[in-house]
């Protein structure tokens, strides 16, 4: 009798809650406030549903006495799981076209399902350009060659304009999934990287934590590996033969590419992958006055540090 009563007694109270919620109003309704904090709720960030946080350990002071010209650098093997090299890596500093890890990032968790991107004449932006044309339609695969190989700021913004939500809901992608990622040192405000007055910055740390992400797609890890690549020419595009012309590709066997940067605010910019016996070393230079050669030290120091000879390079 006692659980009867006890059964009737919960059908009665769900009924009036129930009753409660679905004859009030939108307004009236009761809101419930989330205990997480905002980075982390769907609701709010899009990016939630793909949460990872890696967040390596860094020795802020570890040089062991190598110098480079760059203001901030960091070396980090991801197979030992090591900092072998760090300068002011947690310094906010502008990053000029590393941005463009960021653009594949998002693009690459976001692609349009008729893989149909179309060229505006607003997207026409910037001095580094693959030369797309208005009204041109590519493919994602397409812009991501134009956009890593040439730095293209067309193809930046030829990506984010086509967002679902336009390109201001393609730059509030860029900074929820930041926030995804446990990032509170890095903001976005375009999607080439052309913006100056500390308005966009990141840190050689928050770099690292970014490049590892993206290297997780395989598209991303073919694309950033590649020297040339040629494009043939279509009924809705011209052809386009891209190089890339930096990042060691050709000079420092076993380096697989990157991002390259550089504005006059943010200085000669880079974020190397080696992947050389074994090792698996992303490297990041903010702000360097020879980029080629503050990285090509700090990789060969990376192997040093680690028993490794280094492989020669030109």
Known sequence: ??????????????????????????????????????????????QALSLNL???????????????????????????????YSKNPKEKMPM??????MTAIISLENKKQDDKYLVRSRDLVGEDSMGLSENEVLSLDELLYGLVLHSGNDAAETIADNYKTGRAG??????????????SDTRFNDPSGLTGDG????????????????????????VVKTFDFDIPKTS??????????????????????????????????LVTYLNYDG??????????????????????FSLKEQGITPPQHG
């Open 279 to 300: 090792h698996k070393v992303i490297g990041v230079i903010l702000n360097s006055q020879n980029r080629i050669d503050d990285m090509k030290r700090l990789l060969d």
């Open 199 to 222: 308005a966009q910055y990141s840190t050689a740390y928050d770099l690292l934590v970014i490049t590892n992400y993206a290297l997780g797609f395989p598209e991303f890890a073919q």
């Open 170 to 183: 393609f730059i509030k992608a860029m900074n929820d999934k930041a926030d995804s990622l446990g990032l």
């Open 96 to 101: 000029a076209s590393l941005t463009k890890i």
């Open 1 to 46: 009798m006692k659980k009867i009563l006890l059964a009737i007694f919960f059908i009665f109270i769900f009924s009036v809650v129930a009753f409660i919620f679905f004859t009030k109003t939108d307004d009236q309704r009761i809101s419930v406030i989330s205990p997480l904090p905002d980075f982390l709720t769907r609701i709010i960030n899009n």
């Open 236 to 269: 809705t595009h011209n052809e386009y033969d891209l190089e890339n012309e930096t990042n060691l590709l050709t000079s420092y066997p076993g380096v697989e590419g990157v991002k390259t940067g550089y504005t006059d605010e943010a200085g000669l910019c």
């Open 54 to 84: 890696w967040l390596p350990k860094i020795n802020n002071n570890k040089s062991n006495g190598l110098q480079v010209s760059a203001r901030s650098a960091l070396i980090y093997d991801l197979a030992t799981g090591k900092t072998l």
